[in-house]
């Protein structure tokens, strides 16, 4: 089949599906199915990525699948375009999804323990309701608590492919080095090249944190480049 089609296909594919396609859709689209196609696919798909390496999109393969989205270097002019308030989150929440993230399975109370404060309610709310978190399971102890996860959509959502993909943590920064924020469009904020190195550890949470507030998620149209951003402002919530 001609590369170029293949490309051409591939790329009003995935513009046109909104969400992330597996090599299994993306090969599905083509009458074909004689088992060399998915090679082909592939190709194709590798030679988009080296094309769009010097334009303000990227092709990302993520948990769910391959995507195209905004390039993080042009995130914050495009993200004019959108005039909704963006939502930022609390220091709080980002501490515990950070422990979710680094330490799953694990119960709310263990996550009270290492922070040093109580959980706000809001906060797991907020991070179901991004679909963020799971329970994953019950911890085996009186009470049966629910022991929380990360979900598909976290990975997506901070461009990652699995877990293993996270930061280790002696590759990350202090958290009082490094102020993060998750956010969305409109922020000013200087967009991290990678957004993965600004993911809060687990480790560096030790320390009694501020108290929780509610995090006050706000409704906003999202790019196709979301991730952590290190913005230097202070943590805010609403």
Do not use: C
């Amino acid at each position: 089949m001609n590369p170029q089609y293949l490309k051409n296909v591939i790329e009003a594919s995935l513009l046109a599906a909104g969400r992330p396609l597996t090599l299994e859709e993306l090969t599905n689209v083509f009458d074909e199915r004689d088992g060399t196609i998915a090679e082909e696919v592939k190709s194709a798909i590798a030679a988009l990525i080296e094309e769009y390496e010097t334009r303000g999109l990227e092709l990302l393969e993520v948990a769910s699948g391959y995507r195209i989205q905004i390039r993080a270097a042009v995130a914050q002019p495009v993200s004019r375009l959108w005039q909704e308030r963006p939502a930022k989150y609390s220091r709080a929440l980002l501490e515990t999804l950070a422990l979710i993230a680094y330490r799953q399975p694990i119960t709310r109370g263990e996550i009270e323990q290492i922070r040093g404060v109580a959980v706000n309610p809001n906060i797991i709310k907020t991070l179901h309701e991004r679909n963020w978190i799971r329970v994953v399971g019950h911890r085996d102890v009186p009470g049966k608590p629910e022991l929380l996860g990360t979900t598909r959509e976290f990975l997506d959502y901070f461009n990652l492919k699995k877990l293993d993909d996270l930061p280790t943590l002696a590759q990350l920064k202090e958290l009082e080095d490094l102020r993060v924020q998750l956010t969305l469009p409109g922020a000013e904020a200087e967009v991290l090249t990678d957004p993965q190195d600004s993911l809060n550890t687990a480790a560096e949470l030790d320390s009694p944190a501020d108290d929780d507030e509610e995090p006050g998620l706000q409704s906003a149209a999202e790019p196709r480049s979301q991730g952590l951003v290190a913005s230097g402002a202070q943590d805010e919530t609403s």
